[in-house]
């Protein structure tokens, strides 16, 4: 196989089969309050018949790392474990960035 077309074996899958896929493990940086839901998806998705879906925190803003990242057809969604020990997710937006150091990551600044 052509250097150029390699593809890693869970890239592969997610290339595939086109649905939600997971990455593991990175950092975010929250520049605003952001809701922590229960599930992968945002709070009024898919549009034509929305699932519940609890928001089950806050996330204040800082630099955090994440457990998972989940793509969806129209999102991602970033698994973050909360102070209690539950965990829950971040729906990503322009609040939610790559950090920019992640070493210092620790929850807020």
């Known amino acids: 196989m052509d250097k150029k077309m390699k593809v890693t074996g869970g890239a592969a899958l997610c290339l595939l089969f086109l649905a939600s896929c997971s990455v593991e493990g990175g950092c975010i940086s929250v520049t605003a309050t952001q809701p922590v839901l229960l599930r992968p998806n945002p709070v009024e998705y898919p549009s034509q018949k929305p699932r519940p879906n609890p928001i089950i925190g806050?996330?204040?803003?800082?630099?955090?790392?994440?457990?998972?990242?989940?793509?969806?057809?129209?999102?991602?969604?970033?698994?973050?474990?909360?102070?209690?020990?539950?965990?829950?997710?971040?729906?990503?937006?322009?609040?939610?960035?790559?950090?920019?150091?992640?070493?210092?990551?620790g929850g807020r600044e």
């Open 58 to 105: 806050r996330l204040p803003r800082g630099e955090y790392h994440f457990e998972e990242s989940v793509d969806g057809k129209d999102f991602r969604a970033y698994r973050i474990r909360l102070p209690s020990g539950s965990s829950g997710y971040v729906i990503h937006t322009s609040e939610t960035l790559g950090c920019a150091n992640p070493e210092r990551v």
